[in-house]
């Protein structure tokens, strides 16, 4: 079975995050690899006190222009791909997704 993985991160930070992800197994369908979706968009955050943020000022409201980033993953290597995501993402707390798929080829049979 399979996951799928959706996180934001800084634009120039992709490449890098992307990277590891690719590199501890994600981002694998059938044959191809390195298989992502990315939309850009805008962040939003404030850090609080005791926040040590990549970007910003604690107490201040902070926009940063970020990418969607969502790919697949196959459950036998989710923990190495999450521990490899949090590691190469600049925030201290990025915001990341791991949404169960449904194996539908069943039923192009």
């Keep these: ?3 799928k993985i959706v996180f934001y991160v800084p634009v120039n930070e992709a490449p890098k995050v ?7 197994g994600a981002g694998v ?3 191809y690899d390195q298989c ?3 939309a850009r968009g805008r962040g939003q955050f404030r850090a609080l006190s005791g926040a040590n943020p990549f970007i910003g000022k604690v107490n201040e409201v902070e ?3 970020e990418l969607r980033v969502e790919m697949i993953c196959k459950d036998d290597v989710l923990k190495l791909a999450l ?3 949090i590691e190469a993402h600049p ?10 798929l449904f194996d539908f080829s069943s039923l192009l049979d």
């Design 1 to 3: 079975m399979a996951k």
């Design 63 to 65: 926009y940063v222009d």
């Design 18 to 24: 992307k990277k590891a992800l690719f590199d501890s």
């Design 91 to 100: 925030y201290e707390e990025p915001a990341i997704d791991v949404i169960d």
């Design 29 to 31: 369908i059938g044959n």
């Design 83 to 85: 521990k490899a995501l």
């Design 36 to 38: 992502s979706f990315e």
